[in-house]
């Protein structure tokens, strides 16, 4: 008797007989062959009774041979209650009466009973032959536990994966090597105003600002040429809404097997509270608390500055300096008290802040005491200046302003500078306040 071979398409393989009539009466040396498969196999008459029981499947399913052998196979691998497994045994012997059958041939992923109860997963391929009226069929029959197992845990990771993905409370993003969004979490929508479906038909360049956009750009080419496995920096991103976020970004890659770039891997903080206070610290820094204007540390560093740039250029430009003194402040609190002191304060300030350009520098230096640092300024345009200033503050304002003007040149230290406005300053107070002196 010769066998002939059916290769299933899981690479599971059938062995079934060429003569049907053959089949209960295979000799030993078939037996033997059955004997040695790997897979579980089982032969059965037309009414469904098992004629052949290999060794792998009294393993699998716990009957041996002796035991399986013309018993029902629906029996064998019912269910303890009684009921009748998963595996659809009334395909295969419909067969037998209609020919065609949704079972065999094809591989059917089932569940069978073993004679302890335990529910063994496999997979099932199941020919048959036919010869007049008899039909034999042969099952051969895979144990899918391990598998499932493997499955399962994937199926586990899967799921955990999601969960901390999607539950992250900072925005997780993987970007495609075009810098599209692929998969964005909830933080992300959360932090960028945009629906996951929006998010995802955009690129990360579409929504960075274009002033952060560059080094962005670059240190993630590094990243992708293998110069640097991950990078950090503060970026803004535009809201749907338009505003800017200011964020926190950590880059790194993700690479296949052949280490070939795959996709970015983004995380992403909003650092806009941050960022609001670090601005809030600065000002409180740099700024005098009650007029808004510089206060006197951050006056000499730019007046230092602009000194240096002119040296270091050697152009002939000029630049004014000007001293500012309230007078009459000390009356004013005296008469009206410190809180109409503070408003005389801040007029004043805003008065003379409207006179100036975005270039100019102007600061609160002491109580009633102002500076300004004018760039690009004639000392004919510093008296103007100084003139209209002092006739502002007397129209508009319960007080008077005195003004000492002083120049900057190329080689001159900003501090002398501001030395001389002072001197000009006093002197013009000699004269009784309310009026300009110097250069």
Known sequence: MQFRQHQPATGSMAIT?????????????????????????????????VLEWNDAAAAMLGWTAEEAVGQPLAELVAVPDGGQSGWALQDLLDYVQTGPSPVVGNVVAQVMHAKDGTEVPVEVVVTAVRSGSKVVLHALIRDMTAVSEVRAVQCGTQTIFKAVFDDAPVGIAVVGLDGSFRWVNKALCRITGYPEQELTQLTFQDITFPGDLDSDLQEATRLLHGEIS???????????????????????????????PSCFIAHIEDISARKRDEELLRQQATRDPLTGVLNRARFAEELARYGALLSRHGCEDEAAVFMIDLDGLKRINDQYGHAAGDNYIKDVAQIIGRQLRLSDVFARIGGDEFAALLPHTSAEQAQKLARTLVERVRTRSPGSVTIGVSMITPGQLGSDALQRADEAMYQAKQQGGGCTCGP
């Open 17 to 49: 007989f060429s003569n049907a009539d053959d089949a209960r009466g295979a000799d030993g040396r078939d037996r033997q062959t059955l004997s040695s498969l790997l897979d579980a196999y089982v032969g059965l008459d037309s009414n469904g009774h």
């Open 230 to 260: 991950c990078y950090q920096m503060d970026k803004r991103y535009y809201a749907k809404d338009g505003h800017l976020i200011w964020v926190h970004l950590s880059g790194s890659m993700v690479r296949d097997a052949e280490g070939q």
